[in-house]
């Protein structure tokens, strides 16, 4: 990194590219002071800005100290400036008190391309849109041209749009070689529309912003990964078959796993969301919150998880960082003061959707070891292996009270962080790391070395592009590029509102491209009762069987996928360009990805296809299910149901592996 430094002048060139260009006439900071507005409605937000002032900043003062640049931005702002070979650091203090609007810019040109801001479900590409960053509910359809949006946005303010995500980050990847990560928690809006800057607006003087630079993207996201920290590897017996998400109590769970066996699917878990009970809503079906085994759906829960793992199957539950108000966990604690309050000292209630909860304030130490016993003492202690880790991304912002003081509207986009290191701990002191498994949806700053596996969050049980199958496929590579690689999602997605229910043929190409992820995992969605379920049909049973075997056959090949990620921060699932490069067309491509170095996948995310066009960057590429070689381009392959199109390299260490796969499960061409 190279710095320059003149009479209100401050440049930043790494590699011959310039990142960061302050002048007179193109100022690098903004600042000034705006009036937000905050409606939240069941973890939906809408959020506008008044902006009072706005004015530019001149570099009016530069002295150098201590081998780094001490900036003076007109007495408003402060800037300690480090370089160390391929890293800068700005770190910034604010002197103006009516600061509480920031916007920084940096350099671009048109034809670079930016990834990352956390998981993006919509656009892996960045550029051309700004980019909100706040966890929240992500919507339903996520699309404000569909029936389904429409409806969501009407009755319940939930419809979203292409930026509205669980796990938003303010972090992202330039195709010039370098991250930016900027050190905040506070409200963000990274915008990519303008051809010649990036303008990244915050609301509070950042602590810090760092760019780091690499001579190529696995380098640099083995950079970034180790900033921020890395992901464990997953427990071995995920990969010895399908996690299966059912429920309904003892008989109906336990006779859902026997009849799933006995159609020779293998079985890795069962992962029963309602363990802790059941309610019932106009939404679909919802959980007791409160988080210990229901006797009576499911009596000698501990008794009935010794016999399974005898079995060498895990059992998986559910848990999140509220509580309902009319639980026995709730009234303990009341009693010891560990929720958020009103602004009075009064109780807090957060509507979940007909039903209340209160937020256990993970901000207060005593607290956070209440709830960290809680998980230990009501699924560790039980023998439980694992549960959805949820609802990270529900902390109000209006009349909320916090133990350590902070505005909610700082720490709303930091309690995804602070609930995935509650799960961590509480694992960690069991000393079951390595063994127990829990998979979250919200995730932010530093959610990476504590989360053990993401998940997409709840899609639309269909094939729209921005809240179905395909949205998946974006997420994981954003979330990759963010430094979180181990995702998965809900097989045949979650949410069926407005008469959209989930079909066979959903469900099968789902399926088909979840044996391409590190984790399968089914789920029944919300209205279980009219979207299809597998076990109800003899023809996918038999089929996931298949589809099951090959994910279980891909185990050594994952596996060391996982523990590469675990070590470097190279995600499973990966982009094209990360490995080609020099290839431009991979670029904008986000719907294919490499699953490792060895792999590429294609999923079919469109009904009613019986072939897919394909495009693979120059290699020797054999058909996994035919054998046929191609040496690059766009090709069309045919793609019935069970065989998303996948490929791997020719000279592949693990080539007989992938052979093993065709020989068993592949057609005659």
Known sequence: MKVTVGNNRFELVWNGQTILDHTEENPMIYVGHGQENVDMYRGNYNISDYVVERRPLKLTKVEEKDGMYLLDFEGMIEAAVKTEDSLCTLDFQKKDDTINRFWFRVAADAEEKCYGCGEQMSYFNLRGRNFPLWTSEPGVGRDKTTYVTWRSDVENKAGGDYYNTNYPQPTYVSTKHYY??????????????????????????????????????VELLEKLSAFFGRQPELPDWVYNGLIIGVQGGNERSFGLLDQTLDKNIKVSGIWCQDWCGKRVTSFGKRLQWDWKYNKEMYPDLPDKIQEIHERGIRFLGYVNPYL????????????????ATKADGSDYLVDFGEFYCGVVDLTNPEAYEWFKEVI???????????????????????????????SPMIEHNHWPALWAKCNYDAVCESNKLGEVLYFMRAGGIGTQKYCTLLWAGDQSVDFTIHDGLASVICGALSAGMTGCGLTHSD??????????????????RWMEMAMFTPVMRTHEGNRPDTNFQYYEDEDTMDQMARLVDIYTMLKPYTKELV?????????????????????????????EYLFGRDMLVAPVYLSEQSEWQVYLPEDQWIHLWTGKE???GDITVDAPIGYTPAFYRKDSAYAELFESIREKYGVTR
């Open 491 to 508: 097989i045949g997605g979650y949410t069926s509102l407005f008469g959209n229910t989930r079909t066979k043929e959903l469900f099968l």
């Open 630 to 632: 191609y040496a690059g």
């Open 376 to 406: 230990k003492k009501y699924t560790l202690d039980i023998g439980i292996d694992g549960w959805m880790a949820d609802f990270g991304e529900y902390l109000p912002t209006d009349d909320i009270c916090l133990y350590n003081g902070e």
């Open 180 to 217: 930016l990560h900027m050190e905040s928690t506070a409200y963000a809006d990274f915008n990519f529309k303008n051809e010649t800057f990036h303008e990244l607006q915050v609301w509070e003087v950042p602590k810090q912003i760092r760019i780091e630079a690499a001579p190529t993207f």
């Open 563 to 591: 523990k590469e990620n675990s070590q470097t921060g190279v995600p499973v699932q990966r982009p094209l360009f990360l490995h080609y490069e020099e290839d431009a067309k991979t670029y904008d491509i986000q719907y």
């Open 324 to 339: 309902v108000n009319d639980g026995v966990l709730y009234q303990e604690g009341k009693e010891k003061g560990y929720f």
